[in-house]
Every structure is written in C-alpha cells, then in structure tokens.
C-alpha cells in the first residue's frame, strides 16, 4: 500500500538554528499537504502544494514539492520556541479523492 | 463558527464496555474522518465518511463501527473495548481537495 516517510523522526536544536524535514512518498501524489501538531493539540493545516517543484513560503517557513511529484520538504530558518511540535506531511490516496496518508511526523523540540 | 468538536474530551472504559465518540461540524463539510494517534506514531484512519447516510473503512477498522446519520454529525463507537484501543481519537472533517480540519481530540484509556 502507499506509504508516505518522514525524516527525521526528531530533532532537537537550539533557538536560532534552521531545521528541515523531509517526506518521501512510495507513489506519485497529485498534491501535499503540511500540518502542525502542538504538544497536546491536534494537528493543524498549514499549506498545500499542487504543482511539480512548487516552492511556497510563510514567513520563515519554506516549503517545496519536489520535480517528480513524490517527496516534499519543509525548513524552517530560525527556529523559536513557538515552532515546537510534530510536523506531518500527507497526501492523497492513490485512486481517490477522500482520502489522505499521514507521514509519520517529525518532532520538533526547540530550547533556549 | 466551532469548526470541529468532539465528545467527551476524556475518558477511562473497563476492558468489555461500550462506548461512542460523537463529532460534530457546523462547516457543511460532506466528508468527516475518525483517526487513532498512538504515542510517538502518526495518525491512522479508522473510518471515514464522503456523505450523509454513508461510511467507509480505513486502514485499522477491526473493534470500530461508525455512523453518520445527519450531515453534521459522525460517530465512533466501541461495542467491546481492549486495552489496545487506548489512544487518542481525532475527528476531522474537510470540503473539497482534501485539506481536513481536526477537533480537539478524546484521550481513552481502556483497563
């Protein structure tokens, strides 16, 4: 079945210092989706992409999807304390539009 | 507007109870999602729903029936609870292309 991986599963790094995750797809996607997930909460959109090599930015979040349409990433420049979470990549199954596969998360630990 | 809201936020079953999530969503959204999140693990669908009067199995169903009577609303129910089914439940419900939108969560504990 569709498998949707992300790496790291965790990092930690101190206020200041950038930090990327990576999500890789075992099927071609016809769009992904970003979401963040507060310790605590529940998880939250934060951005779709559609277009192969789609690059979008909010603030000091930069998102890509790649050329071949079946990884993503999301950096994030100097990090906060604010940024701490888990972030999920996701994407459609294959073969119908109602359905969507969760990566497996990257946790975000951020300090001072 | 409340977006997604779920019912109750906790609770704490015996292994054999029953029991039923409700989520409801004042979006008008025609699909609504019911997800297991277990620590340190991403979210797993259990069942979802494209419409009023219909459901659908997702990748762990086994122990879970649901049923959306009315548009706004879809329910989760436990007839038999295990220990296994400890987790977090997440509703969410989405309109078009797939962006979903998440209640606030029902932590359970099975003994």
């Known amino acids: ?112 | 507007n409340a977006g997604v809201t779920q019912t109750p936020k906790f609770r704490v079953l015996k292994t054999g109870q029953s029991m039923t999530l409700l989520c409801a969503q004042d979006m008008n959204h025609e699909y609504m999602y019911w997800y297991r999140q277990d620590p340190g693990m991403g979210l797993r669908l259990i069942h979802y729903s494209v419409g009023e009067g219909t459901t659908a199995k997702g990748e762990v169903p086994d122990g879970y029936n649901v049923s959306r009577l009315k548009k706004q609303n879809f329910l989760l129910g436990l007839e038999s609870a295990a220990p296994s089914q400890t987790s977090v439940y997440f509703c969410a419900s989405s309109l078009v292309y797939h962006t979903q939108y998440f209640g606030p969560g029902t932590r359970l504990t099975v003994l």
Request: charged share 15%; aromatic share 10%.
């Open chain 1, 1 to 112: 079945g569709q498998q949707v991986m992300q790496i790291p599963q965790y990092q930690h790094v101190q206020e200041g210092e950038d930090f990327t995750t990576y999500c890789n797809s075992s099927t071609t996607l016809s769009n992904i989706q970003w979401y963040k997930q507060r310790p605590g909460g529940h998880p939250v959109f934060l951005i779709q992409l559609v277009k192969s090599g789609e690059v979008k930015k909010q603030k000091r979040l930069t998102f890509q999807f790649g050329e071949a349409k079946k990884n993503s990433s999301l950096h994030i420049t100097a990090t906060q304390t604010t940024d701490v979470g888990t972030y999920f990549c996701a994407g459609p199954y294959t073969g119908t539009a109602s359905k969507l596969t969760f990566g497996t998360g990257t946790r975000l630990q951020v300090t001072l």
